[in-house]
């Protein structure tokens, strides 16, 4: 008996997975032997697709035209699009309920509802080179000065940079009431003294980048401050929530595809006279495999639900880090084991098992290692005990 989903939940499972399929998978290959990109009519097609879907507006509240989808449905559909490689299932923004919490009319005219018309695209800036598990460490500043904030700082691992048009930088408040406190800012990309320092290649082929910037005396209007100077941490903590919980989905829907391709290559290949899904070693990397997914799966339904249930925040949040954790985990356990029943063929840059176990190796360390995952987990088991968090 699979977890119990409601019709319209498995309606926006079906409709996620024939996006993904139909649409994104077919471009893989292409994408991997073209560093990511794949032609401007497809990317085009992807975006409009997605933005027909509502998959940018999934999380948005009726009120701004979202869609205000439960977390469950969200989780089902990112786990169906996490089943594509090349991360081509980023075909379009997302606005976030938070955001709408967050933000001002204005900023939410100007910077929140072009997320889920397609109009403007974002990127996320929090990480320095020694501010990365310790946002605490942070170096940037937002100084007042004349009714501007001057941000001075360099930035790393701004992903999806290269096609953003503005920034959620987080910065230290200074020369003002809140000194030395966390806010979050829309800053727009072309705003002067912003500069790409450097733009590292990763394991993966994406054609999305993360660059490191440096900002240099950067202006920006002080409507552009998002909340009160000292909020900014907790809606970071909201992004990583959602974050975490989605990158959990997908790490289980990109296991369940390596699990199906593999069962379907055991059967059809042969070795000293019988297919290899006969031998009992392969046997155990499959249900191994299997196993840990349904539990992972579960994990990640039921965090979720529990959002959804409106169950207490931190309590919520532990669980989206429980599931990330075990999600990463399991996925590139998976993956390798995948790579393995494949034999050489595992290892051709055409398997889509090849460039899932690149890809999701890097879901152990982004939007909080699988460390820091643990610290928070063990911090709220002592805080709570074990009837606190699992009843
Ligand atoms: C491809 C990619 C894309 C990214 N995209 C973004 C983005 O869009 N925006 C953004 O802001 N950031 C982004 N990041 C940054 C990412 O979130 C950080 O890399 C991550 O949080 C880890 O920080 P770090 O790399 O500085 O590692 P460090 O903090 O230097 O950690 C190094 C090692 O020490 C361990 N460690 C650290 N503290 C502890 C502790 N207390 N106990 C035990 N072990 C510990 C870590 O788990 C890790 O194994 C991205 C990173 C990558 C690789």
Not at 280 to 289: C, E, K, N, T, Y
Request: with cysteine; charged share 25%.
């Amino acid at each position: 008996m699979a977890y119990p989903l409601s019709p319209a939940t498995l309606e926006w499972q079906r409709k996620a997975r024939q996006y993904a399929e139909q649409e994104l998978i077919p471009y893989e290959e292409y994408a991997e032997l073209h560093e990511g990109v794949v032609p401007p009519d497809i990317a085009a097609r992807h975006k409009a697709r997605a933005i027909e879907l509502g998959l940018s507006r999934m999380d948005a509240p009726l009120a701004h035209g979202g869609l205000a989808l439960p977390k469950l449905d969200q989780v089902v559909v990112w786990e169906q699009l996490g089943r594509v490689t090349n991360a081509l299932c980023w075909s379009a923004s997302e606005a976030h309920a938070w955001m709408f919490e967050a933000c001002t009319p204005q900023q939410i005219e100007r910077y929140v509802k072009p997320l889920m018309t397609g109009a403007r695209c974002e990127c996320y800036a929090i990480t320095e080179a020694e501010a990365g598990s310790d946002p605490g460490a942070m170096t940037t500043t937002a100084r007042l000065e004349a009714g501007q904030y001057v941000i001075n700082g360099e930035k790393w691992f701004v992903t999806s940079a290269n096609k953003a048009d503005f920034l959620f930088l987080q910065a230290v408040v200074t020369g003002e009431a809140g000194e030395r406190q966390h806010a979050l800012f829309f800053v727009d990309m072309d705003a002067a003294g912003i500069v790409m320092a450097d733009n590292p290649l990763f394991g993966h082929t994406f054609s999305a980048h993360h660059p490191t910037y440096r900002f240099n005396n950067v202006r920006i209007p002080a409507a552009n401050r998002i909340g009160a100077a000292g909020d900014g941490m907790s809606y970071t903590r909201s992004w990583f929530r959602r974050e975490r919980l989605m990158i959990a989905a997908r790490c289980c829907g990109a296991a369940a595809r390596l699990i199906d391709m593999a069962a379907e290559f055991a059967k059809a290949r042969v070795v000293s006279g019988q297919p290899i899904a006969e031998y009992q070693l392969i046997q155990a990397m499959l249900a191994d495999s299997l196993t840990e997914l349904w539990g992972a799966r579960l994990m990640t339904y039921e965090a979720a639900a529990m959002d959804d249930r409106g169950e207490n925040l931190s309590v919520v949040h532990t669980h989206c880090s429980m599931a990330k954790l075990t999600a990463s985990e399991m996925a590139n356990r998976v993956a390798d084991r995948v790579v393995q029943i494949f034999g050489g063929r595992g290892y051709m840059r055409k398997n889509a098992a090849q460039r899932f176990y690149r890809e999701l190796r890097v879901d152990r360390i982004w939007e909080g290692t699988s460390e820091i995952q643990r610290l928070i987990v063990a911090r709220s088991l002592l805080k709570r005990g074990v009837d606190g968090l699992i009843g």
